[in-house]
T-cell receptor
Framework: DAGVIQSPRHEVTEMGQEVTLRCKPI?????LFWYRQTMMRGLELLIY????????DSGMPEDRFSAKMPNASFSTLKIQPSEPRDSAVYFCASSRDSVAFYEQYFGPGTRLTVT | GNSVTQMEGPVTLSEEAFLTINCTYTATGYPSLFWYVQYPGEGLQLLLKATKADDKGSNKGFEATYRKETTSFHLEKGSVQVSDSAVYFCALSPSTGGGNKLTFGTGTQLKVEL
């Protein structure tokens, strides 16, 4: 079975540009998570969805960040406008259901560099 | 609030050496505890878990025991291989009513050499 798929794997952009990160969760998983990983702050949960509905977005750093999940097999994380401090690895993860909520399967990540 | 503290890395071992990566936690109630592993260039994957005190999680030769009296969940392996080189993250989930976020430690890099 395919795991969590993320694209692009690497993104380099200039400050002020819009960035869109994409994720396809494991088929049949009810929960989707977006994380950010940096050396300074470690792994941070940004937002998670249950059955395509955003449940907790308290980790989204500011209004420049937005996430959508239009259907069960696709989600986007958008940063507009991007800033150098947004440089990080962004992971998407999914989990099967509420019982296995914390057994999360991570994608390979998108390494974002904002210059 | 909840927190997880891991030993700093990198930890460098020779193949077949014994591995211990320390993890201690602070949490209210009775959290579940996890070890995740991140191989180079990949996302995290669940390695093992324990959901209550004195439980032992195990997988791929790795073990960790949930010690409530010492608030610890140390990861051990009797004989490491080069293929175990990765970053290991200890994590906890809150107990009932504590929210829905996994709290991760900062990660410990393990390097295994021939």
């Amino acid at each position: 079975d395919a795991g969590v798929i993320q694209s692009p794997r690497h993104e380099v952009t200039e400050m002020g540009q819009e960035v869109t990160l994409r994720c396809k969760p494991i088929s049949g998983h009810d929960y989707l998570f977006w994380y950010r990983q940096t050396m300074m702050r470690g792994l941070e949960l940004l937002i998670y969805f249950n059955n395509n509905v955003p449940i907790d977005d308290s980790g989204m750093p500011e209004d420049r960040f937005s996430a959508k999940m239009p259907n069960a097999s696709f989600s986007t994380l958008k940063i507009q406008p991007s800033e150098p401090r947004d440089s990080a690895v962004y992971f998407c993860a999914s989990s099967r259901d509420s019982v296995a909520f914390y057994e999360q399967y991570f994608g390979p990540g998108t390494r974002l560099t904002v210059t | 609030g909840n927190s997880v503290t891991q030993m700093e890395g990198p930890v460098t071992l020779s193949e077949e050496a014994f591995l211990t990566i320390n993890c201690t936690y602070t949490a209210t109630g009775y959290p579940s505890l996890f070890w995740y592993v991140q191989y180079p260039g990949e996302g995290l994957q669940l390695l093992l878990k324990a959901t209550k005190a004195d439980d032992k999680g195990s997988n791929k030769g790795f073990e960790a025991t949930y010690r409530k009296e010492t608030t610890s969940f140390h990861l051990e392996k009797g004989s490491v291989q080069v293929s175990d080189s990765a970053v290991y993250f200890c994590a906890l989930s809150p107990s009932t009513g504590g929210g829905n976020k996994l709290t991760f430690g900062t990660g410990t890099q393990l390097k295994v050499e021939l």
